[in-house]
């Protein structure tokens, strides 16, 4: 699995939108981005994920550059209760899927009141 | 609600005392794995189960073993845990490992050794 760059750690005004990015420059064409997050002393929770296209779900919004070769997160309100460990992984989907998730050391986001 | 269910949360032993933690699942999934965080680093992988099929990672020490006796439970077993195991024990499942599939996590065991 390609592997990925992100910053050690990030702060957000709350309320405000909270933008995450990450880079994966050698990310392979069968390979998807995925993001976790981790609140202190919880396991991950899923948050999003996607292959080439932008992708929107409840909790945030997932920005794909063109060449795959980064992407951000976009937590659009931020709430106190969004202070986490932010995980971006790449890993192969489709039907040659490689089961493991391997965690790089993520972002550490802090929201400020 | 369905969901991952790791019991106890906290678990301590002793130097070289065999432990064993527990994780259900009511999401019927095909694949339950299990990872390890040690403090301020990221999980780590140590083996999965696809149905009643085991994958060990290459760099899990022997020392740690897996049952899963039906498709709601999977156990992690130490056998002579060490100062060096003492960490968050964290389960997951997806539905299957091909494909897209998001991992949902159970909320951990954090085992102290003595």
């Known amino acids: 699995d390609a592997k990925t760059t992100q910053p050690t750690s990030m702060d957000c005004a709350e309320g405000r939108a909270a933008n995450l990015p990450c880079n994966h420059s050698?990310?392979?064409?069968?390979?998807?981005v995925y993001w976790y997050r981790q609140i202190h002393s919880q396991g991950p929770q899923y948050i999003i994920h996607?292959?080439?296209n932008n992708e929107t779900n409840e909790m945030a919004s997932l920005i794909i550059t063109e060449d795959r070769k980064s992407s951000t997160l976009i937590l659009p309100h931020a709430t106190l209760r969004d202070t986490a460990v932010y995980y971006c992984?790449?890993?192969?989907?489709?039907?040659?899927?490689?089961?493991?998730?391997?965690f790089g050391t993520g972002t550490r986001l802090t929201i400020i009141p | 609600d369905a969901m991952v269910i790791q019991n106890p949360r906290y678990q301590v032993t002793q130097f070289g005392k065999p432990v064993t933690l527990s994780c259900s699942q009511t999401?019927?999934?095909?694949?339950m794995y299990w990872y390890q965080q040690k403090s301020s680093q990221a999980p780590k992988l140590l083996f999965h189960?696809?149905?009643?099929?085991?994958?060990n990672e290459a760099d899990t020490p022997d020392n740690f073993q897996s049952r899963r006796p039906n498709t709601s439970f999977c156990f992690l077993d130490i056998r002579s845990p060490g100062l060096g195991d003492a960490a968050m024990y964290l389960c997951?499942?997806?539905?299957?490992?091909?494909?897209?599939?998001?991992?949902?996590f159970g909320p951990g065991t954090r085992l102290t050794v003595l």
């Open positions: 997951a499942t997806s539905r299957d490992r091909q494909g897209a599939n998001e991992q949902f």
């Open positions: 050698t990310i392979s064409g069968n390979e998807y």
């Open positions: 996607g292959l080439k």
């Open positions: 992984i790449v890993r192969v989907g489709g039907n040659f899927g490689n089961e493991k998730l391997t």
């Open positions: 999401l019927n999934h095909n694949v």
């Open positions: 189960y696809y149905d009643k099929d085991f994958n």
